[in-house]
């Protein structure tokens, strides 16, 4: 959790003028167990440091707008980490949030994608290119755009679970097709034991699992 302090100018004011009359000693800050170079004096008992140089020593922020000043400390806790980004955890390991909301939209366009085809199946209603089409191109943006905000290195591994899952999808788009073009007929249950199939239903609930936990796992059914 970090933590934000305020103080005024005015404060920093009469601390300069305290300074140049009070007796002054200068101590070392120790940072979390490690001594610093952050300047401190004491003045009638209390002690006062470098503002700009402490916000250095831990990684923190100091903001200075209007009559305030803003510093930012991280938590603390052994070493204090770098700063990192909103969407990026600490270490290359995880999925990162920028990730899990992008693969979601993904693994969303591809199940639009198979409802579609297996519904079509199902009832006997036409398949046809155009909208196989539209379908497999919002797909794949969606990979495009996940394979985009991957960052870390589970990131990056569950986005070749994704782009398993969108070229098994793409196989069985193009195989059912293949068999409209040839005017071969498509049993309404012909996806029951279709291997293909039961691998893209397999690795369609193994998606949705690992982003419900939000940890990367891998059964390997989307291999």
């Known amino acids: 959790m970090r933590r934000i302090f305020y103080t005024s100018i005015t404060f ?7 300074v140049s009359t009070a007796a002054q000693q200068n101590h070392t800050l120790v ?40 510093l930012s400390l991280p938590g603390s806790g052994g070493n204090v980490p770098a700063a990192t980004s909103a ?45 196989v089409v539209q379908y497999r191109n919002q797909a794949e943006t969606g990979l495009r755009l996940a394979s985009a905000a991957a960052s870390t290195d589970d990131d990056r591994s569950a986005t070749q679970l994704l782009e398993s899952e969108f070229n098994n999808m793409k196989q069985l788009s193009d195989e059912c097709l293949a068999k409209v073009q040839s005017h071969e007929y498509i049993s309404p249950d012909s996806l029951q034991n279709n291997p293909l199939e039961q691998k893209i239903v397999s690795c369609g609930h193994s998606l949705a699992n690992m982003a419900a936990s939000g940890q990367f796992q891998d059964n390997g059914s989307c291999r």
Not at 12 to 18: G, T
């Open 12 to 18: 920093s004011l009469a601390l300069l003028a305290a």
């Open 31 to 70: 940072v979390n167990g490690q001594p610093s170079q952050v300047p401190v004096i004491q003045i009638n008992g209390h002690s006062y440091a470098d503002l700009d140089a402490l916000a250095k020593a831990t990684n923190g922020t100091l903001v200075i707008k209007g009559n305030e000043i803003a």
């Open 87 to 131: 969407n990026e955890p600490a270490n290359s390991a995880g999925l990162s949030r920028g990730f899990l909301k992008a693969g979601i939209e993904a693994m969303s366009s591809l199940r639009e994608w198979h409802s579609a085809l297996a519904n079509a199946i199902q009832n006997q209603y036409p398949i046809a290119e155009n909208w």
